[in-house]
């Protein structure tokens, strides 16, 4: 067994990322999973900054401008200015982007499934405790 952890643990993001975006092409979903990940988070409150969603995603500000950008051109998003900061524009997800946000997120939960198969409650809590840990010391 390899002893190597980072280096472990970077082939498996590769590996899952590389998995991931293919089965999105296969089921038919037009965005990336970082695309996906802005469309969950303006599911759950619409109207963020782009701020705020670096901040939800974890991805700088440039990223989540390029991504913002692919999505408004594909009608999957909207800008607003912001009524109470006019040099702030709010995003808004169409519903064309919730439409495209449930078909990643059917992909997304089955391979979450898959992830956990094979494994018991507590290895996967312990697993979870661990990528956690990864947040925090590494922040």
Known sequence: ???RLLFLMSKAQRTLKNYLKREFTTGGVAISPAQSGILFSLKLRNGLSMNQLSELISIDN???TRHVDLLERNGLVTR???AGDR???LIYITD???VEAYKSKVIAHRINTML???FSEDEIKIFKRILSSF???FK
Request: charged residues 50%.
């Open 96 to 98: 064309k982007g919730i």
């Open 87 to 89: 040099r702030k524009c």
């Open 135 to 137: 947040l925090i010391k």
């Open 116 to 118: 956990k198969e094979g």
């Open 62 to 64: 440039a990223a989540v």
């Open 80 to 82: 607003e200015q912001d």
């Open 1 to 3: 067994m390899d002893d």
